[in-house]
């Protein structure tokens, strides 16, 4: 099993839409657990960590945990063409030394 | 805003060559590490580091590969003999914690093994 997948999409929608984008994960002792955003051929850009479970917002995005399921989410309110790239998620091993991703979800917002 | 840098952004070399990545990780952070993403591929874990001393690496960071801190600014991957299925982006990440808050990524350096 996978620690961390992600569905790899694509997802369109259209500009001005609520975007859902989420991910399971295998290993119930994650405790840590991130969202990156990705453009082409370009680093991983972080947008938001979260510790156990419950929600966390900054601004247009909100991260969400259920660790009962296993589930993370990312919400982006009121999504813009900008806002297209892939949207990685991550977690912390139980050393808490190196990340493991998911495979990610790449977003289309269309104008 | 404080960034990670790496240097070259993109660089060829021929099979069998010696390679040294180079990255200049956020000033007040501590752990630095390394992974690489193979062309639509996930990004996968290669090593951490810290305090002078590897403190994990992946089944990926075999022999070839080593790492160092030669100065307090700059942080270096070297592949000691190149092969065509290293070709990659890598990229270098620190971070102020261990296992809490996030990794900051630097912009890559695109690897290409001929």
């Known amino acids: 099993q996978k620690e961390v997948e992600q569905d790899p999409g694509p997802l369109s929608v259209p500009e001005g839409a609520i975007v859902s984008l989420n991910c399971t994960y295998s290993?119930?002792?994650?405790?840590?657990f991130m969202w990156y955003r990705q453009y082409s051929r370009k680093g991983p850009e972080l947008l938001m960590y979260?510790?156990?479970?419950g929600n966390k917002e900054d601004g247009r995005f909100t991260a969400q945990v259920d660790k009962s399921s296993k589930y993370i989410s990312l919400f982006i309110r009121d999504s813009q063409p900008s806002d297209s790239a892939t949207y990685l998620c991550?977690?912390?091993?139980?050393?808490?030394?190196?990340?493991?991703f998911g495979g990610g979800t790449r977003l289309m917002v269309k104008p | 805003e404080p960034e990670v840098t790496q240097t070259p952004s993109h660089q060829v070399t021929q099979m069998g060559q010696e390679v040294i990545l180079r990255c200049v990780p956020i000033?007040?952070?501590?752990?630095f590490y390394w992974y690489r993403q193979i062309l639509g591929q996930k990004v996968e874990f290669l090593v951490s580091f810290y305090n002078n001393e590897i403190s994990e690496k992946s089944e990926i960071f075999d022999d070839q590969f080593s790492v160092e801190r030669p100065d307090g600014s700059n942080f270096t991957l070297k592949i000691r003999s190149t092969k065509l299925e290293d070709s990659a982006m890598y990229f270098c990440?620190?971070?102020?914690?261990?296992?809490?808050?996030?990794?900051?990524f630097g912009p890559g350096t695109r690897l290409t093994v001929t």
């Open positions: 000033s007040n952070h501590l752990y």
């Open positions: 290993n119930s002792a994650f405790q840590y």
């Open positions: 990440a620190s971070s102020a914690d261990r296992g809490q808050g996030g990794q900051y």
């Open positions: 979260t510790y156990s479970s």
């Open positions: 991550a977690t912390y091993n139980n050393a808490g030394n190196m990340l493991t």
